[in-house]
Each structure stands twice: as C-alpha cells, then as structure tokens.
C-alpha cells in the first residue's frame, strides 16, 4: 500500500505529461463564436458607407424575408475571395446587407466596382461598435437575420462556394 | 540579379499593400487612445483593460494590444464607464457577447468549479494526512515513555 502511495505524484505527472502533449497535436480553437445567437439586434443606425447606397438601421432588417448582415472592409483580402459567393446568394434573391468596417467611402467605391455589388445597402462602422454589439471579433463575419430582426446564425470567416449552400438552408430555416 | 527580382516582387506586391494599409490609416475611435479626464474613472478603466482579452490578438489584453478592434474596445470601456456604468457591468456586458473567453478575471461558473474546488479538497487531503501522522507519533512517543 506504501510503495503504491508513492507512485501517485508520478503518475499524476506521466497523465498530465501526456495530456498536455495530446493538446499539443489538437487544433487551435481559432474562432470566438458570439454569444449572441437567438438575439434580437440592437437598435443601431450606421452612416452610409459611401455615396452609392444609403446606411444602415436596425429597421432595415424588420419585415419581408430573412437577410445577411454581412461585416466586411476593403483592406479585408478574405473578403475579396468572399465576393463571388456573395454574388451568388444575392442571385438566388437573398438581400445582403453590408456593414464597412474601418473604411473609407472612396474605399468602398473602389472595392464595389473591382469585385462586384451584392448589396442592398451598407452601414459604415468606423469604431466596430455594431460587431461588438453583436459578438463579431473579425471580419469577415456573415449573419443570418430573420425577419423580426432576431440574430439566427452566425458563418466566421470568408463565405466560400460551400458555405453558400449552409447559408441558403440557414436563411430557409429562418423563415 | 537579386535586386531585380525583388523590385519586380515588391512592384508586384505593392498592390496587395495599399488595401492593407487603409486599416491602420483610419483615425482611431476617441478613446482608444485618449485617457479620461478623472484621474480616478481612469485607474477603475486601466484596471478593467487590462482583464480583458483582446479578439484579434488573443494572449494580450485590451491594454496592451495594439489592433484596431482592441482600441475600439477601450473605447467601449472608457465611453461606458463616463456614461456611469460599473467595471462589473461593462465586463458582463462583453461575456454576454463573446463567452468567458473576453475575461481574464476567472468567474466560478459549471465548466470552471473544479479549478477552484480542487485545490481545497488537496489542501484538505493533506491536512487530514498531516494531523494523522502527527497524531500518530504523538501517540508513539507517550507510549514510549
């Protein structure tokens, strides 16, 4: 029972060893997901983001079908690979709502017209108060609003060809 | 020869900068960087920062970070605390959004107790070990006598 005794610390320490190298091959958890899933949105309104299109308020999202709300920037490389695929949901008659992180309204312009349009409107967001209100730690970030305005799902990092899919059957479930 | 490649690279790569840099050329939130002006509603706000982790650069706290997401987070911090809210409020305000993963203050909660029990119930083991033994040669040394 002595000697029995003496081996726990060693052991305590082989099982954390081991632990602690078992972690080490695992992937890093590198999303922060928000919280804020099956809220409703703040009331916000944000400025128009460039001349083109008006800004954004929490009412835009109130009413009809259910939206994209999605956080993007013209310095955002991702957001350049996301652009074709927002394209595409916007052609399956989804309303994609932009929110311009940090940019500048001749910024914005530029992007639209290199990469394309897929949006109704776009709010500037020149402090992120609007991603922290709604848990977004990067951009980009897409959502999926439902028609009462309430958060209903949450896509981090660029939209890609198969993400499309999981946003048209999110943006069903929502209805 | 080399010089030639890497000007061709960096007339190359000039392009993919510009956009970058847009980020870090807009003006900051007002209090990313500016302090309050109540000395006191400060240290409450240096105090808060600092237990609050930064999204983008996630070992460093707001106060130390330097991204532009964490600045607006100090924004946050110092706007909310002038408009009245307390430090605990302020912090509640950002778990709710991000989890227990903004906070470096470690709050008891269901996945985290353990880590607070733990080490009681070792101290409370050892004790228990500790007066047995203590105990037990007490008893040893009266019989000897």
Known sequence: ?175 | MIRLVLAILLLLGAPLAAPLKAQGTMPPAPYAYTQLDDPALEAEAADLMETLRCLKCQSQSIADSDAPMAGDMRHQVRSRLLAGESPDEIRSWLTQRYGDYVSYEPQVSSTTWPLFAIPLVLLALVALVLLRRLGKRRAADEGAE
């Open chain 1, 1 to 175: 029972m002595n000697r029995l005794f003496y081996i726990i610390p060693l052991a305590l320490f082989l099982f954390f060893a081991g632990l602690a190298g078992y972690m080490l091959t695992q992937e890093k958890a590198q999303t922060i997901p928000s919280q804020m899933i099956e809220e409703p949105l703040p009331e916000f309104e944000l400025e128009p983001a460039f001349s083109g299109l008006p800004g954004v308020s929490k009412s835009d999202f109130v009413g009809g079908e259910p939206r994209l709300l999605n956080i993007w920037a013209s310095w955002c490389l991702p957001c350049i690979a996301e652009a074709p695929h927002l394209e595409r949901l916007n052609r399956e008659g989804v309303e994609i709502i932009g929110i311009a992180v940090r940019d500048r309204p001749e910024a914005v312009a530029d992007f639209l017209n290199r990469y394309g349009n897929p949006y109704s409107r776009i709010g500037s967001d020149n402090i992120s108060s609007l991603m922290i209100e709604i848990g977004a730690s990067g951009v980009p970030e897409t959502y999926v609003i439902d028609a009462a305005g309430n958060i209903r799902y949450q896509h981090i990092g660029d939209v890609r060809a198969e993400t499309v899919p999981v946003l048209l059957e999110q943006l069903e479930m929502a209805r």
